[in-house]
């Protein structure tokens, strides 16, 4: 038998990390993948139960804890939800800060997956402490970029991790002028080292791995779909968020405890490449005429380029937190008053990760009765196992184990997965056959 | 530039308050966040931390530890007693070993740098820190505060 017609079997078994819990089984029999999976067991499921009888004044305080990265995405998702159903119509001020608040959470989010989780990748390292010998500079100023978006995040929501600022109807409290204008100011000097990042991110070198897939995200018409907009595919598909259920399904797979998403039955991509793929005209135009100069063609069918991807939206979120923040002023109140009302609704946003979808059923007090939330990370698992398969077979299956595991743990974290953390402890036996 | 930063490391969970409460007793004992003294109680800073390392000459850092001894037990580690940290980095994990690790990198560590690690029991969200924490949160801020005193005293 040749080398390319080994048999080979790749166990990873548990991937275990707070924010999701899974692992990867490859089998490859005669020179082709007998099998692929990626298991994940996604916590928000227990979230939606917990969500069940809480009055929705707890409800952003109760999202937030599903994720310590993106706690923002679930309390500004679960914002939009309940106040449509009870007709708030948010004031200017409260509109224009709940996009800087996800900014914040954008850039952070954005920063910390570029240099501590993908980037190695790319140099040789394993982690970013080697990556800091070699390029010592690039993460002194991720780290920098990062802190920045942490900082924003407590500016509106006291703290960075599972912030409490957020309220139905807007914000309990609004920053100071003088916290406003000490941040415009690092906001503004961070722009050079975002410009920086771009350019540096555009030059890393990536395997080019063209694949078809169909992106989905939000769109807005008059900006960069962050926190509100229509759900938006690359076939044309533009629907309002409650009509998710008649175009997008979630089943169970024997082999994960988490949903599986398709797109009229098909795996999608959600996150910063599918967000770039649809959405790229409506970046600022100082951003365009320097993704312009990366020469990255839009739209990409290259996942690797999720890494670039993510650094044009740190760039796009500078510019629009200081774009709304410009003539800020303190508001006569930073939230309006809720009358709850019964009833169901739905909301999404665009979490770091991709397209967040909740729906919640509520009663006459106000309370949940039951709770949907589609988070990215199972929208994305069927993408990445599809990835997996056409990646590993341009890769070459022929590859030493050592390599095809590198490159599965690539693949899956182009796609900065809740089981990110997991995947940089990817740990393997080989049975040979 | 702070010349000493005192930083806790805690959550709200049982034991895990342990730095918090090692930095009330500092300031119970009459310590103050002044001048070339910065106190703070940090909570799972993760990277965070690197930034807090960079500006000052002397940091002192306290964090809650689990070593399968008994809880309350109070240890000093040295730089070279740090761990090789071999892990791979992450954005969910990134503990306080990693962060030092790639403050170390970076040349961001202080010139002197006291981590100071005290046992602890159960980390349970909600519960209220052991009798024996709490002892010896009080037992290490004298003990600071005395070091504190003698070093300032001579410089």
Redesign the interface.
């Known amino acids: 038998m040749s080398e390319q017609r080994r048999s080979v079997a790749i166990h990873v078994p548990v991937l275990t990390r707070v924010e999701g819990e899974g692992a990867l089984d490859l089998r490859i029999e005669d020179g082709d993948i007998a099998e692929l999976r990626l298991r994940i067991f996604e916590p928000p499921r227990f979230f939606e139960k917990f969500l069940e009888g809480h009055h929705y004044t707890e409800i952003p305080d109760m999202v937030a804890r599903i994720c310590g990265i993106c706690p923002v995405a679930y309390q500004v998702t679960a914002a939009q939800a309940l106040e449509k159903l009870f007709g708030v119509e948010l004031n200017p001020w409260a509109r224009d800060m709940r996009r800087v608040f996800y900014c914040g959470e954008w850039i952070q989010s954005h920063s910390l997956h570029i240099h501590l989780l993908a980037a190695p990748d790319f140099f040789g390292c394993s982690n970013a402490i080697e990556l800091a010998r070699i390029a010592p500079d690039e993460v002194r100023r991720g780290l920098r970029i990062q802190a920045l978006g942490n900082e924003l995040m407590e500016l509106f929501g006291a703290r960075s991790v599972h912030p409490v600022g957020l309220r139905i109807g807007g914000f309990h409290g609004a920053p100071a002028l003088a916290r406003i204008d000490a941040i415009r100011d690092k906001l503004a000097a961070a722009l050079p080292e975002a410009e920086a990042l771009i350019r540096w991110a555009a030059g890393i070198a990536v395997p080019q791995d063209e694949q078809a897939f169909v992106s989905v995200a939000t769109r807005h018409p008059a900006d960069y779909a962050i926190e509100r907009g229509a759900i938006a595919a690359s076939d044309g598909l533009l629907i309002e968020a409650d009509d998710f259920d008649a175009h997008f399904a979630e089943r169970h797979e024997p082999h994960s405890t988490a949903l599986f998403s398709t797109y009229h039955g098909q795996p999608y991509l959600v996150g910063p490449l599918a967000r770039l793929n649809l959405n790229h005209h409506r970046l600022p135009e100082r951003v365009k005429a320097l993704l312009n100069e990366t020469g990255l063609v839009l739209p990409s069918r290259n996942l690797f380029h999720s890494l670039v991807a993510r650094a044009v939206e740190i760039l796009l979120a500078l510019h629009e937190a200081l774009r709304l923040l410009d003539g800020y002023r303190v508001p006569d109140s930073p939230w309006v008053p809720v009358t709850a009302r019964a009833g169901i609704t739905t909301g999404c946003t665009e979490a770091p990760r991709g397209l967040l979808w909740h729906r919640y059923e509520m009663d006459d007090d106000g309370r949940v009765v039951n709770a949907r939330i589609v988070p990215p990370t199972s929208q994305n698992q069927a993408r990445i196992e599809e990835d997996l398969r056409l990646s590993l077979l341009s890769f070459g299956l022929d590859q030493p184990d050592d390599a095809l595991r590198l490159h599965c743990e690539k693949v899956i974290r182009n796609y900065d997965p809740c089981i990110s953390c997991a995947t940089h402890f990817l740990r393997m036996n080989v049975d040979r056959a | 530039m702070s010349r000493v930063r005192i930083l806790g490391i805690g959550s709200p969970s049982g034991d895990d308050q342990v730095g918090w409460l090692a930095v009330d007793a500092l300031l119970a004992c009459g310590m103050q966040a002044k001048g070339e003294i910065v106190i703070e109680k940090l909570?799972?800073p993760g990277?965070?931390l690197?930034?807090r390392l960079d500006d000052a000459a002397w940091v002192i850092l306290i964090d809650a530890m689990q070593s399968g001894n008994q809880p309350g037990r109070v240890r000093r580690f040295d730089r070279k007693d740090w761990p090789t940290?071999s892990?791979?980095?992450?954005?969910?994990?990134?503990g306080v070993l990693?962060a030092l690790?790639?403050a170390r990198?970076?040349?961001?560590l202080p010139s002197r740098l006291d981590l100071y690690g005290i046992e602890i029991g159960s980390a349970n969200p909600g519960e209220q820190a052991g009798g024996e924490i709490l002892a010896a949160a009080q037992q290490l801020a004298r003990h600071i505060a005395a070091d504190l005193a003698a070093t300032l005293l001579q410089a």
């Open positions: 909570d799972r990277a965070g690197i930034a940290y892990h791979g980095l992450s954005s969910h994990g990134f990693g690790a790639l990198e970076l040349g961001s």
